[in-house]
Every structure is written in structure tokens, then in C-alpha cells.
């Protein structure tokens, strides 16, 4: 069966043949979103009021949450900031992805950190000398969000080693590398040169399918080796 609000699909079939209907959906898929201050020294963080980290002493972690239906990786990754801080950004790459198999109601659980930028438009260009914009924390969901020292941050006890402390470091260095700041110390020398843009994550970029809608690409490398933009 398949179940929406205010519709439920049930199947019946032939019981001497197996069914050729696709399973209930068993993929949910959540972002964060790494921002960064001009000098790559500060990442924008926040605490949660309610849920697992609550509870646990000065647990910092990246804005984020679920994708929403029919709504883009990249978008998502920039909402679910702007909702939990007031931070305005522009989607740069997916710098890590952890698949777990153990999501609610046996679902695979996909999270994605999204390398973010802050916004131009919003801010302006942003030199080593400018002062981030103030985050503003969402009533409802969040605590307390502010502008985290980098390394701190990423030498926290709960991040000191595991799955999570890889995914955050390897997060940063791409947002990092990307940005023309020095990489971590730990990983100089990994990807072949020391700073500087690099083509490091995956970007996006929108085109056609095979319908003639829009639909988002995303690619890893220097750049999408067809740049169609609608």
C-alpha cells in the first residue's frame, strides 16, 4: 500500500504470480548545511530545543533536516538554514553523504552535507574583514544558533572521532578548498595541492529530461560537461 494525506492505495494480486508493484517508498533524505564566515575560521551551528541532542551538553550540529516532497537537494539544503537561523545562502556542492539503514519504519536514511555560501544579494561580497550577519534562531525548533570557531567545532567530543567527526571534517575541507583557504592540516596534501578551488563535491545544474521538464543534475568534477541551463 501506498499513503498520502487523504489518500491510501491498497493492491490485490493474482496470488499465483509474485507482484510486479513496486514497494512502499524506503528512501527518506535529510541535509545539513555548511556554512561558512569569509575567513573560513567560524561554521554556522545551532542547538536543538526538542529530540535525541537536546538533551546533550553543549551538543553544536549544522542547521538541517528533511527534504520535503518534490523539493531539490539544493533547496532544501538552503530553507531548512533560512528557517533555522534567518542566514539568506546560495547552494555550492554536496561535500558528503552517510547512508544508514537504520531509518524510521526501516527506511534507509540518506543525509547529505550541502556546502553553502552566504548569499551576495543579502549580504554583499563578503571580504576577510566583514562581520557575518547575525543567525536568528528559529522559536519553535532551535535553541540557540551562532557562529561556532571552526576547529572547535570539529575537535568537539562528540565529533572527536566516527562516522560523524569524518563526515564534518571531510565537509570542511571541500568548503575550504573551495573557498581558497588553507585545507585541515590533516588533510593537506590529499587531493594534490594545498589550497585554492578545486573540483572537489558536486555541483548542480538544471536541464531537460527526457519528459522536457526541469530536473536537477548534480555532478562531480570542474563542472557539468554539458553547462544546459534553462
Known amino acids: 500500500p501506498h499513503a498520502q494525506p487523504g489518500y491510501v492505495m491498497m493492491k490485490k494480486w493474482p496470488p499465483a504470480t509474485p507482484s510486479g508493484l513496486p514497494v512502499y517508498p524506503h528512501h527518506q533524505v535529510g541535509v545539513g548545511g555548511m556554512v561558512l564566515d569569509s575567513t573560513g575560521t567560524?561554521?554556522?551551528?545551532?542547538?536543538?530545543?526538542?529530540?535525541?541532542?537536546a538533551g546533550m551538553k553543549d551538543f553544536w550540529k549544522l542547521p538541517g533536516g528533511l527534504v520535503d516532497a518534490q523539493e531539490d537537494l539544493s533547496d532544501a539544503a538552503m530553507r531548512e538554514v533560512r528557517e533555522e537561523t534567518g542566514i539568506q545562502t546560495v547552494f555550492d556542492c554536496i561535500a558528503t553523504v552517510r547512508e544508514s539503514h537504520s531509518g524510521p519504519f526501516g527506511c534507509c536514511d540518506l543525509y547529505m552535507v550541502c556546502i553553502l555560501k552566504l548569499s551576495e544579494k543579502a549580504y554583499g561580497v563578503?571580504?576577510?574583514?566583514?562581520?557575518?550577519?547575525?543567525p536568528t534562531p528559529q522559536e519553535s525548533e532551535i535553541a540557540a544558533c551562532e557562529w561556532r570557531d571552526l576547529t572547535s567545532f570539529l575537535n568537539s567530543k562528540y565529533y572527536a572521532k566516527g562516522l560523524y567527526g569524518s563526515l564534518l571534517r571531510t565537509a570542511a575541507d571541500v568548503a575550504l578548498r573551495r573557498a581558497g583557504h588553507a585545507p585541515l592540516k590533516?588533510?593537506?596534501?590529499?587531493?594534490g595541492g594545498k589550497?585554492?578551488?578545486v573540483p572537489l563535491g558536486m555541483g548542480v545544474t538544471k536541464m531537460k529530461g527526457l519528459?522536457?521538464?526541469p530536473e536537477s543534475m548534480y555532478f562531480g568534477g570542474a563542472g557539468a560537461l554539458t553547462q544546459a541551463k534553462l
Open 186 to 191: 590533516e588533510s593537506q596534501g590529499s587531493y
Open 211 to 213: 519528459a522536457g521538464k
Open 195 to 197: 589550497s585554492g578551488k
Open 42 to 53: 567560524k561554521v554556522l551551528c545551532i542547538q536543538e530545543r526538542a529530540g535525541m541532542t
Open 126 to 134: 563578503q571580504s576577510a574583514s566583514s562581520t557575518p550577519p547575525m
